[in-house]
T-cell receptor
């Protein structure tokens, strides 16, 4: 069975600091997708990134970067020069590519608070 | 604009009553999902549907029912059998191509259900 662990329940950093959110996953499949979502106070989940299990290249998008390491089953998310607008709950998710059983399994989320 | 609309945003229900949460999407997505979010537990899958007139139970389907009579609509009924229905409910949808989903899931803004 697939499982996603986000060990950090809450993190607080001062504005402009860098912060890394950890995500560790478990799956029996060799083919899967990993995702990060942001949930602002409004409640809607906002898609940030999707990564195929065959693509271990790290990705950078502005102040956001992701580090995917299959050897440690981790998909960590770093925000550089954090801003108050980054305050939200962040979810890591996993989806296995089994026909007929395609669903997202979410971690429990990390609440990030950026202190001005 | 395309998106997912959940209604109502807030819902109050007396114990013993059934209540139906609405989810409509105009993204032409094939697959739709219902998740429940409780504090500290992340998102858990209730039901999902890959095509019209077909749906599957997720991890916590007991006490819930769904229907998928139209591609755009996937209503969720919280029945009186659900012992602890107070939660935040999120609806999502994805594309489904060649038997595969796993493009990004789009989420609605959620319905907060409170049993009084």
């Amino acid at each position: 069975a697939q499982k996603v662990t986000q060990a950090q329940t809450e993190i607080s950093v001062v504005e402009k600091e860098d912060v890394t959110l950890d995500c560790v996953y478990e799956t029996r499949d060799t083919t899967y997708y990993l995702f990060w979502y942001k949930q602002p106070p409004s409640g809607e989940l906002v898609f940030l990134i999707r990564r195929n299990s065959f693509d271990e290249q790290n990705e950078i998008s502005g102040r956001y970067s992701w580090n995917f390491q299959k050897s440690t089953s981790s998909f960590n998310f770093t925000i550089t020069a954090s801003q108050v607008v980054d305050s939200a709950v962040y979810f890591c998710a996993l989806s296995e590519l089994n026909f007929g059983n395609e669903k997202l399994t979410f971690g429990t989320g990390t609440r990030l608070t950026i202190i001005p | 604009d395309g998106g997912i609309t959940q209604s109502p945003k807030y819902l109050f229900r007396k114990e013993g009553q059934n209540v139906t949460l609405s989810c409509e999407q105009n993204l032409n997505h094939d697959a739709m999902y219902w998740y429940r979010q409780d504090p500290g537990q992340g998102l858990r899958l209730i039901y999902y549907s890959q095509i019209v007139n077909d749906f599957q139970k997720g991890d916590i389907a007991e006490g819930y029912s769904v229907s998928r009579e139209k591609k755009e609509s996937f209503p969720l009924t919280v029945t009186s059998a659900q012992k602890n229905p107070t939660a935040f409910y999120l609806c999502a949808s994805t594309h489904w191509r060649g038997g595969r989903a796993n493009t990004e899931a789009f989420f609605g803004q959620g319905t907060r259900l409170t049993v009084v």
